[in-house]
RNA sequence: GGGGAAUUAGCUCAGCAGGCUAGAGCGUUUGGCUGGCAGCCAAAAGGUCAUCGGUUCGAAUCCGAUAUUCUCCA
């Protein structure tokens, strides 16, 4: 059975029996400061175990794609060296939402497994939870009960609490699981020894496939356990190790999902798999990480070097290492395995499908920038060996700095110091890398403090933002978090105009008004649904009632921006083409920020066009269409842009500006009607990526202002040369100029450098077989050392003193010639010192050239009679 | 969010225990030689040493801030 098609029976059964099938959220996780990527298949479902919203669906099937790299699990560094652990993978999932419980979940699984997959159900065992005291919790019995009735009891087991009780996190949902386990040894091994005695003991042929979760607990932060008002089932099951048991195979990266990757990969290298460990490992890390990067960049994260971006560049990096390493790759190759990758999971994931062009692109130019990296810190290790080796231990401060400044893997400089017979300080290396933890940790810890609840029973918060800007509104419940030591208060309420940051525009700034006082609110954010209220400061005892009032003028402005990337995007898509889809924007009162996916510099001919569209839509003064609460289907009937990487509910929300020409699913706010904005007028545009390029425009206000000031400066330039008729021919007239009267300056300057040099030559005084110059002259600093220079080409046995005044600042120039240097032990930067003396100052500097400055101005003539001294030995 | 590093000619970089009035290779231009596949020889042009400020007699070099880029950690 192909891969697809035990995805495609998984989904299939579910939905006969009557769960309604939920896309895969993206993997990529906004607006939840916990978690950067989804890491189970639970996560899009958060809020209705934690009560913040309720499911549109009570029964759900679904594979959802996740991604262990940070935090909690982090599954990295394991990759590649077994045959199991993965960075992305799928993972199929049943939910019942306050519907059925146990019994349903426990037989459908079997069901599925044995009748449908036709799993052999004697190689199967399960588990239940054998209860825990510490929290006053009782075996599974009913769990148990259940299964009897299926399989013999000495394929049931019970499990302990880490095996057999899930939570979420520290606090959160949670409840007793039950496991199920299959034996795929061959039936020798089987007869010698009994599955049972396997479970759970990390062999690597008895393995859980199936976990059912019966989530019925809330922990609290006081580790105390609360009953859930309602039970659910949260099952998850790993699609590629289910592959890899109904294809027989041993390893997942044997099944049709990975395999044709690693066929491609020994093609392309020359190597076999199977052969040698570390090739065997390297294919499986490349072949596990393309995925992943792949899957990332698909839901629009990007490489970078902050956040969730550089958890994906250190993926790939790490591909590429092994890549170069083990598999001697020394140009990029990642990205060619691509359109493998495409070929298998596209159909079921138009996302990737349909960004192929784009993800390769990038992936490549990321490797380049890789390599490039590698090669730096190859050089900067063959620098420190020829250089700065002791003992033959490369030291690991160095070994540090490299990884840590020039991003040179650790492992690698390991290879490269025993390819020399040399080794590496890892204690030392080890010492630093904590020191850096240490520091980093130090700042930004937050704690998680439990809500205070208010009002009970409340539901999810009733955004009413986008018919008005003042609500009357109860506070539901509200917490402090502490940042770097400074407390900021969280404040939801049933109901609030405020907007939450989302879909790139800004969160809303007011007040919540009170008879206690104001609470001034500086920023909304969202928590994945729940709308959370920022404030700095909260008024003892904390109302119950406020009236929440939204600054009305940021609002209105970042509304302008909103919708003016609107007509922008639609205008973009029209001029460069289809392809230029959005792949990221920030819109607050000032300006918008737009990222979108082109591979050229868009051309100055193509912004003036796009304007020119913007404003003529502006000028149309359109009234929006605000479509809420339309089904997904509806909007795609209506033609509305959805975004790849977006996570969206089965009811959204359509904005239209003139259906024909833009119309996107958006959650943010908008004009009433385009003329409100005024004027459209993009300042920049650039390269971020490869193949995404950056817009920045403003409107309305701050668009006027930008006009206006290249307007003025226009005027203030011609004004300044006298308002010329064609002021483009006068500053070219004036540049003309300017460099003809620089060379005549130059010239000028030369020619008496040059009297003045003359001037010195006739005061020459021949004395001791030296030519002694001395002389009080005025000049700045910078012409002394020149004619010094020139002197010292022109006259031979020279002694040149030149005492400088500049500014009302005393100076000395010393020169010697080179044979006076040698022969006659003198040293300018002695005698420059001795000679400062007489100005209170103090200077030195070569044997032959050298200065000196001072204060005492009267000291000039002293200085060139006490150097005629010197001169005449 | 925190730490480290880099920024010098069109490109790639050297110079950085303060002081050779800023160098190399490639590229460009000019002249000469030469029957090629990076031809050879000679010469020239090209630099606010990222920006701003400070220390100093003197800063590409030391210190601080800013910008951009790289990098590690969270």
Redesign the pocket.
């Known amino acids: 059975m192909n891969s697809e098609t035990i995805r495609k029976r998984f989904i299939e059964y579910f939905e006969k029996k009557g769960h309604y099938i939920v896309k895969s959220a993206p993997m990529v996780v906004k607006n939840d400061p916990t978690l950067m990527f989804t890491n189970a298949g639970m996560n899009q479902f958060k809020d209705i175990f934690l009560g913040n919203t309720s499911p549109k669906y009570k029964r759900v099937v679904n594979t959802q794609k996740c991604l262990r790299v940070s935090g909690k699990h982090n599954d990295l560094e394991e990759v590649g060296h077994d045959a199991y652990h993965h960075t992305m993978f799928e993972m199929l999932g049943n939910w019942s939402f306050g519907d059925y419980f146990k019994k349903e979940a426990i037989s459908w699984a079997w069901e599925l497994l044995t009748k449908e997959y036709n799993i052999d159900g004697e190689r199967l065992y399960v588990t239940v939870f054998e209860g825990d005291e510490s929290n006053g919790l009782e075996p599974d019995n009913e769990a148990y009960d259940i299964w009897k009735t299926i399989v013999p009891g000495s394929r049931i087991l019970y499990g302990s609490k880490k095996d057999n009780f899930w939570e979420m996190g520290d606090t959160g949902p949670c409840g007793p699981c039950s496991e199920i386990h299959i034996d795929i040894r061959d039936d020798d091994a089987r007869k010698k020894l009994d599955g049972s005695e396997l479970v759970n003991k990390e062999h690597p042929e008895v393995i859980e496939i199936w976990n059912l979760v019966f989530i019925e607990f809330n922990r609290k932060a006081d580790d105390s356990l609360l009953p859930l008002p309602a039970k659910h089932v949260d099952t998850g099951m790993g699609f590629e190790r289910l592959c890899m048991v109904l294809q027989d195979k041993r390893s997942n990266y044997d099944t049709d999902l990975f395999k044709p990757i690693i066929d491609r990969l020994s093609e392309i290298t020359s190597l076999s798999y199977g052969k040698d460990d570390q090739t065997c490992i390297a294919m499986r890390v490349v072949a596990d990480h393309l995925r992943a990067v792949a899957f990332a960049i698909a839901d629009g994260e990007l490489p970078s070097?902050?956040?969730a971006g550089?958890v994906i560049?250190?993926i790939l990096?790490r591909a590429v290492r092994y890549g170069y390493t083990f598999l001697g790759m020394s140009e990029p190759f990642v990205y060619e395995l691509l359109p493998l990758l495409v070929n298998k999971m596209g159909r079921f994931f138009p996302e990737l499908a349909g960004q192929e062009d784009l993800i390769g692109k990038v992936i490549k130019q990321e490797e380049q920038?890789?390599l490039r990296?590698l090669a730096?810190g190859i050089q900067k290790f063959e620098e420190y060996v020829k250089n700065k080796l002791k003992n033959n231990i490369v030291d690991g401060k160095f070994a540090f700095?490299l990884?840590?400044?020039?991003?040179f893997?650790i492992d690698l400089t390991t290879l490269m110091a025993r390819e020399k017979g040399l080794q590496v300080d890892m204690k030392g290396f080890d010492k630093n890398?904590k020191k850096?933890?240490e520091?980093?940790?130090?700042?930004?810890v937050k704690q998680a403090v439990d809500w205070v609840d208010v009002r009970p029973n409340v539901e999810q918060t009733k955004f009413t933002g986008y018919d008005s800007l003042e609500t009357e509104a109860g506070i539901v419940k509200y917490r402090e978090v502490k940042v770097?030591g400074k407390s900021l208060y969280h404040i939801v309420l049933d109901r609030t105009p405020f907007y939450a940051e989302s879909g790139g525009q800004v969160g809303d700034r007011g007040v919540l008004a009170s008879d206690g006082g104001d609470i001034k609110i500086v920023d909304t954010q969202k928590e994945n649904e729940l709308i959370i209220h920022i404030a700095e400061k909260l008024p003892t005892p904390v109302p119950a009632k406020v009236i929440a009032k939204v600054d009305k003028t940021k609002r209105l402005l970042t509304a302008n921006n909103h919708s003016a990337t609107h007509l922008m995007h639609s205008a973009l898509r029209q001029v460069l083409g289809e392809h230029a889809q959005q792949k990221g924007s920030l819109v607050d009162e000032k300006r918008l920020r737009f990222d979108f996916a082109h591979f050229e510099k868009v051309t100055p001919e193509q912004i003036i066009k796009i304007e020119k569209i913007v404003n003529e839509k502006i000028r149309q003064n359109i009234e929006v269409e605000d479509h809420r609460d339309i089904s997904l289907e509806g909007a795609r009937n209506m033609g509305a842009t959805a975004l790849f990487g977006e996570k969206y509910d089965e009811l959204a929300r359509v904005i239209a500006f003139d259906r024909d020409y833009s119309a996107e699913l958006c959650g943010g706010t908008h004009v009433a009607r385009t003329g409100q904005i005024g004027f459209f007028k993009i300042i920049s545009e650039a390269a971020?990526a490869a193949g995404i390029r950056r817009i920045e425009a403003v409107t309305g206000h701050e668009a006027e202002k930008f006009v206006n000031s290249r307007f003025e400066l226009i005027e203030q330039l011609s004004g300044i040369l006298k308002h010329p008729k064609n002021l483009k021919q006068a500053v070219e007239k004036l540049v003309e100029n300017n460099e003809s009267l620089e060379k005549k300056v130059d010239q000028l300057q030369k020619a008496r450098a040059s009297q003045i040099k003359q001037e010195l030559i006739k005061k020459l005084e021949k004395t001791n077989n030296v030519n002694f110059i001395g002389a009080t002259v005025d000049m700045d600093?910078k012409t002394a050392?020149?004619i010094a220079?020139?002197l010292k080409?022109k006259v031979d046995d020279l002694f040149l003193v030149l005492a400088y005044k500049h500014n009302n600042k005393p100076?000395i120039a010393v020169m010697l010639s080179d044979n006076l240097v040698k022969s006659g032990n003198l040293h300018a930067?002695e005698i420059v010192k001795e000679l400062a003396k007489e100005i209170n100052?103090?200077?030195?500097?070569?044997p032959f050239?050298?200065?000196?400055?001072?204060k005492n101005l009267q000291g000039l003539e002293k200085v060139v009679s006490k150097a005629r001294g010197i001169a005449a030995g």
Not at 403 to 407: A, I, K, L, P, V
Not at 439 to 444: E, K, L, M, N, W
């Open positions: 070097n902050t956040g550089y560049r250190r990096r920038i890789f990296t730096v700095e990884f840590d400044t020039y991003g893997p890398m850096q933890k520091r980093s940790r130090a700042v930004g770097k971020i600093a050392k020149d220079f020139e080409q100076g930067g100052g103090g200077g030195g500097g070569q050239f050298a200065t000196a400055g001072g």
